[in-house]
């Protein structure tokens, strides 16, 4: 019998400049709830800090925000992304 081994949550950082490290964290639709972005985002952050990263998480959505939160980060500012139309 062949069993497929599917990736369904995955974290990892970008270094920005400063020793910042921007964090992405993705779960699948269908298996969140479950608390594997706080798995896979323990693991990113625990990787930046060895790196002597500071973790940064800009999250937006609020279960994003909820995730960061239960990791200890605090919301310090806000971002105002702008679409502007071509002409």
């Known amino acids: 019998m062949r069993t497929a081994t ?3 949550a995955a974290a ?3 270094a920005w400049p400063g020793d910042t490290a921007h964090l992405s964290v ?5 298996q969140r ?3 594997l972005a706080r798995v896979v ?3 990113a ?3 930046a800090l060895r790196s002597d990263l500071l973790p940064q998480w800009r999250a937006r959505p609020e279960a994003s925000r909820r995730v960061a939160r239960a990791l200890g980060f ?3 500012g806000s971002q105002l992304s702008i ?3 071509s002409v």
């Open 6 to 8: 599917e990736v369904v």
């Open 12 to 14: 990892g950082f970008q």
């Open 26 to 30: 993705l779960t699948a639709p269908e």
């Open 33 to 35: 709830g479950r608390g």
């Open 41 to 43: 985002a323990t693991a």
């Open 45 to 47: 952050v625990a990787d």
């Open 74 to 76: 605090r919301e310090l």
């Open 83 to 85: 679409h502007l139309a």
